[in-house]
Each structure stands twice: as C-alpha cells, then as structure tokens.
C-alpha cells in the first residue's frame, strides 16, 4: 500500500517534471545553451558591478528611443501586432546589440567594464549565429520579418534618428535579461511568467535574487 503510493506519487512527481518542458520546448536545445551562456553572463552581480558600479552615479547613456525595449513592450507588440515568438526574438537581438555598441562606444580603452561588454557582445553574436542557423531554413523559404519589426530594426540601425533618451546602462541590460526571460522562457522551463511587468517589480520577493 504505502509502496504503490510512493511508487504513485513519484509517477507523478516524474511527470510533473518532464511536462513542462515537453510541452513548451519550442526553442531549439542550441539556441537554449548560448542563451542560457548569456544569462550567467548576465547575473545580478554582474550587471550591477560592471553597469552601476563602474560608472559614475546617474551616469546615463543616450540611446534610440527603439532600444529602450521592454517586457512591456513585447506584450504591447505581442498585442497589436501578428507576430510569431522568432520575429520578437529577432527583434531583441537586433535592439540589444546596438544596446552594446552603445555602451562600448562611451567606454575607454582600459575602462574596467569594458571587457565586460565586449565579452557581452560576442556572446549575443553567438546567440545570433545560432539562431539563424536554426531559422536559415525558414528564411530561405517564405519567412519575411513582419514590416513593423523591419521598421523597428531599421530605425535602430540607422540612428538617423532625432528622439533620444538618456538611460542608465544598467537599466539597458536589466531590460535585455527580463526581455530574454520573457522571449525564450522555454530555455528557462518557463518557470514563472517572465513576460509579466509585475513579476520584475522592485521589492516583489523571489525566490533567487536575480531581477
Ligand atoms: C555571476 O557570474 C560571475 C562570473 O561571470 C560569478 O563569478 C558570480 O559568482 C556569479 N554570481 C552569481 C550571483 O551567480
Ligand atoms: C541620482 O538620481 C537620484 C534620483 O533621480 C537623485 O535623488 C540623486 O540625488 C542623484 N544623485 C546624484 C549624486 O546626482
Ligand atoms: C517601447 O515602449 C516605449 C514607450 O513605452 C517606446 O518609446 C519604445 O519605442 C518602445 N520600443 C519598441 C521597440 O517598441
Ligand atoms: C504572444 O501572444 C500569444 C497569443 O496570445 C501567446 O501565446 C504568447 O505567449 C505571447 N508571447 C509573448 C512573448 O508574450
């Protein structure tokens, strides 16, 4: 009796296991492990020494209005636009390379964060290489990134642009980490709703300190 509870409950416990993941792993395991690269990269003492720490107080960087691109964003995107998981995922690489070559450009040669940032940019290189990898077939066939996302990427690109904001470089990078939680929550098992505003409140409390 208890032995086919316990042989139950761990049926169960085995199940509630592998579920989730079978359910909601759309993004291929390779593009996982260079996104899940990113995120230890990216960590809460990371982002706080080298982009808060290393920069003078209120330091600010001035950006593309575009590369202020977060949670809320994606789910007004997400609302008002068709689009599919990759052009957002496309969408985030585009804006958060820029995000780094920005930060690099106002970073010294022997600025101690500035191999932080290179490190930071290979490393989305390598997301992007993947990615397209992954995705060459669609593109090659009929994929055409949705005229709004191709506008988005092209004002970012091109910053020939007049609305600028000032922003503190962390916050650049806190939005690229929760953007890429709610954009490839799969590679996280999707464990909490990453694409909710409230879950990356300030004071919410979590079980890992890593907003
Ligand atoms: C963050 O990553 C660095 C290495 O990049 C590591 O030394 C540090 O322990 C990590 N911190 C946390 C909280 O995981
Ligand atoms: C930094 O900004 C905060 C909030 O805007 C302000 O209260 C604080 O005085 C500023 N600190 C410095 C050193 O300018
Ligand atoms: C994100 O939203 C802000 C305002 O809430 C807007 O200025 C910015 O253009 C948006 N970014 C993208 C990429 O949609
Ligand atoms: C976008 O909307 C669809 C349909 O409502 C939903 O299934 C998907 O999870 C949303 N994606 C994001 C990143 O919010």
Known sequence: MTRTAAWLSALVLGF??????????TTPAGLCKSINTLKDSLNFTNRRQYMKHNFPINYTIRVHYEEVFRVRNISKLNRTQDLEAQDLQELWLVINQEVLKKVLRVLPERHPSRKYVSDLEHLLRMVEQVF????????DEERQTRERIREICNRVRHSDVTEWKLVKPKALLDNCYRTMHC????????????CDVLHWKRGKKRPSKQA
């Open 16 to 25: 509630m296991v592998l579920l989730p993941t079978a359910v909601t792993s």
């Open 132 to 139: 397209q990898q992954v995705f060459q077939q669609d593109q």
């Open 183 to 194: 954009l490839f929550c799969d590679c996280f098992q999707c464990q909490e709703n990453f």
